[in-house]
């Protein structure tokens, strides 16, 4: 909460939930305190309240196991300027003793990437109306932590009276999810670009459904630029910029749904469908345009080769994140693209393909970076499903 930026282990007592001595306390580096998803949070919690109570409860609902962090009156008094007019040690009992908190640690000083070294939370908890740690919260980002910034209800949120797209806009770059298994291009370029669409639709009071659907019809269109006309420069470039477009309002639709706390499984299921259904519809487009304009046989089995190994690819991984979260394990462990640089992620993206679409009007150079993509492709699935057969034998062995 409120002082979320605190976050060395220290010793309470003896025999409680925040002693070495204590089964809950880490006792080393890399120690985790679940095997399922940790959370953690952290702050002073002074005269303790509903409002806190109800962030702590609802950190809690979204997380296997909460790990709350509370700061001693020396860290508070260096934070606030002022001591806690509650005594650490009650305060560390109160925290310990609430049903939705499972370990209650004492913390001693401002450093959240430190406690990460010894929990290895996987997503880091945050009262919005405290201010930001921009560079910490991007480190965490890059090493694959979640933050969520959460908002108790009757109480203001930071943009109330401001319903700006740069409002929206800084409490979604605040609350981005893992760059592990993602691309540069994702990560650098598609994320930020659907952050400010994303709030761009929050200010024009959109569901994440619309951006969807808008996300399809964009992608149809770049489809039949590419399916329709006689390759050009122009058409190429249109075409092109229309798939880039989809592919951040693809993103923008989920950022979206976090913003305003619109998502639901039909929504995440419609964007599945939609996102297969783009895949057919694009090599089918490179398909029928070859064709039309005479490209020789051998070349018409490249984008038949790209669709069936995009969509294997695309389902396998979802039902092998699936079928591994059935059986308690992570899902970006499941689908093995976190093991996987960003950069060695490129040919596999989505945005990357998009773009390449740019080179339409130069068929020749298009040809070889397709075929060059769909090659990386098939590659990426055969070291991908032996990842998910070993993983999933591993899970029936348990």
């Not at 002074?46 to 702590?56: K, R, Y």
């Not at 499972?102 to 945050?126: G, I, K, M, N, Q």
């Not at 740690?133 to 090493?143: A, F, K, S, V, W």
């Not at 399809?216 to 590419?226: E, T, Y």
Request: glycine letters at 10%.
């Amino acid at each position: 909460m409120p002082d979320d930026e605190t976050t060395r282990l220290s010793t309470p007592g003896s025999g409680h939930p925040g002693h070495p001595g204590h089964p809950g306390h880490p006792g080393h580096p890399g120690h985790r305190l679940a095997d399922g998803r940790v959370g953690f949070a952290a702050g002073a919690f002074d005269l303790f309240d509903a409002t806190q109570l109800h962030l702590l409860e609802d950190a809690r609902t979204r997380c296997d196991l909460l790990c709350v962090g509370v700061a001693t009156d020396e860290l508070a008094e260096l934070l606030h300027g002022r001591r806690p007019v509650v005594p650490f040690t009650e305060r560390l009992l109160i925290v310990s003793e609430l049903r939705c908190v499972d370990v209650a640690l004492a913390l001693d000083h401002p450093d959240t990437l430190e406690v990460w070294e010894s929990v290895r939370f996987d997503e880091l908890f945050v009262d919005d109306r405290s201010p930001a740690d921009d560079r910490t919260q991007d480190r965490l980002h890059e090493i694959g932590v979640e933050v969520t910034h959460l908002h108790a209800e009757g109480t203001p949120a930071p943009e109330a009276g401001d319903a700006s797209v740069r409002s929206h806009h800084e409490r979604l770059r605040t609350a981005q999810k893992p760059s592990r298994g993602v691309s540069l291009y994702s990560s650098r370029v598609n994320r930020p670009a659907g952050r400010w669409l994303a709030a761009l639709a929050a200010t024009l009071r959109l569901t994440p459904d619309q951006i969807t659907w808008a996300s399809a019809f964009v992608s149809l269109l770049g489809a039949a630029l590419i399916a329709l006309p006689t390759p050009g420069p122009l058409t190429g470039a249109l075409a092109g910029l229309a798939l880039v477009f989809a592919f951040a309002l693809d993103s923008a639709d989920g950022q979206l749904a976090r913003l305003t706390g619109g998502g639901s499984p039909a929504g995440e299921w419609l964007d599945h469908v939609v996102d297969c259904g783009v895949k057919v519809c694009l090599h089918s487009a490179v398909l029928i345009a070859w064709y039309r304009n005479g490209v020789s046989g051998g070349w018409l089995l490249v984008p038949l080769l790209f669709v069936l190994v995009s969509l294997v690819m695309f389902q396998g991984g979802t039902l092998a994140a699936k079928l591994h979260e059935a059986r308690g394990g992570g899902r970006s462990e499941a689908t093995g693209a976190s093991r996987l640089s960003p950069v060695l992620l490129l040919p596999v993206d989505h945005g990357v393909i998009s773009a390449a679409f740019l080179l339409w009007g130069f068929p020749q150079v298009f040809g070889f970076a397709y075929l060059a993509l769909a090659l990386a492709h098939t590659a990426m699935l055969v070291a991908l499903s032996r990842h998910w057969y070993a993983q999933l034998a591993s899970d029936g062995a348990r």
